[in-house]
């Protein structure tokens, strides 16, 4: 009886075994994917929107000083007028 028990165990543990190392490699496998698909969605979304924002953000730097260069250049209100320069106006 005991040598049947200790068969049965050590078969039990050599299925379990052998189970663990199939989920171990399909753990794997699915972790190589997994990188994959980090890797293409860092190429093909973040680096385009990372363009657009450097795009973006030096627009504005030129419209920006523009404006500046627009308010530099504007006559100076007259007394009694109450105009505000370039690009300050508030719109109704």
Same mark, same amino acid.
């Given at each position: 009886?005991?040598?049947?028990?200790?068969?049965?165990? +050590?078969?039990? +543990?050599? %299925?379990?075994? #052998?189970? !663990?190392?199939? /989920?171990?490699?399909k753990f @794997?496998?699915?972790?190589?994917? !997994? %990188?994959? /698909? @980090?890797?293409?969605?860092? /190429?093909? &979304?973040?680096?385009?929107? &990372?363009? +657009? @924002? #450097? /795009?973006?953000?030096?627009?504005?730097?030129? &419209?920006?000083? @523009?404006?500046?260069? +627009?308010?530099?250049? #504007?006559?100076?209100?007259?007394? *009694?007028?109450?105009? %505000?320069?370039? *690009?300050?106006?508030?719109?109704?």
């Open positions: 009886m005991a040598s049947q028990l200790k068969i049965d165990i +050590i078969a039990g +543990i050599d %299925k379990l075994s #052998a189970a !663990l190392k199939d /989920v171990e490699g @794997g496998a699915l972790g190589d994917k !997994l %990188k994959n /698909v @980090g890797s293409t969605l860092s /190429v093909a &979304v973040t680096a385009p929107l &990372v363009a +657009i @924002g #450097a /795009v973006a953000a030096n627009e504005f730097a030129t &419209v920006e000083k @523009g404006l500046r260069e +627009i308010n530099s250049h #504007a006559l100076p209100p007259l007394p *009694g007028n109450h105009t %505000k320069p370039i *690009g300050t106006q508030k719109r109704t």
